[in-house]
């Protein structure tokens, strides 16, 4: 059974939706000032209503989600887009997808840990980069 309410404190909103997996890194994120609503910086009590904006920044990349619906339990993966609305501008997912590619050593979901070749093969491609 999924609990709704009129409001919920932010923080239990953000580990509810899977904003982060962790209601204390939710707190901390709002404790840090990285947690808005409406345009205004909040603390981690502070209530999400219906059609609240939400912005939260994860550096580089400040994500904006709008508030459809409000829940204070945790749900599935796949009920999340029951909830919040990504309303993220594309120039910041754009700036993720450059940071990622401009990695040393980024590897490939599901590639696996490099062997102890690719790691000195690695190891040495970052030690000429050095000099």
Same mark, same amino acid.
């Given at each position: ?6 409001e919920v404190r932010i923080d239990k909103w953000l580990w509810a939706v ?10 901390? $994120? ?23 904006i939400v912005e939260v920044k994860k550096p580089p990349i400040t994500y ?7 829940? $204070? ?38 590639a696996g840990r490099p062997t102890k070749k690719e790691r000195r093969i ?10």
């Amino acid at each position: 059974m999924i609990l709704k309410t009129a409001e919920v404190r932010i923080d239990k909103w953000l580990w509810a939706v899977r904003i982060f997996k962790t209601r204390s890194q939710a707190a901390e $994120a709002c404790k840090k000032g990285r947690i808005y609503i409406n345009d205004e910086e909040i603390k981690a009590s502070r209530a999400v209503k219906l059609h609240d904006i939400v912005e939260v920044k994860k550096p580089p990349i400040t994500y904006r989600y709008k508030v459809k619906e409000l829940l $204070a339990r945790r749900v599935g993966a796949k009920l999340v887009e029951n909830y919040i609305e990504d309303i993220t501008p594309e120039q910041e997912i754009i700036k993720f997808d450059m940071m990622r590619l401009n990695l040393e050593g980024y590897r490939d979901r599901g590639a696996g840990r490099p062997t102890k070749k690719e790691r000195r093969i690695l190891d040495k491609w970052q030690d000429e980069g050095d000099e």
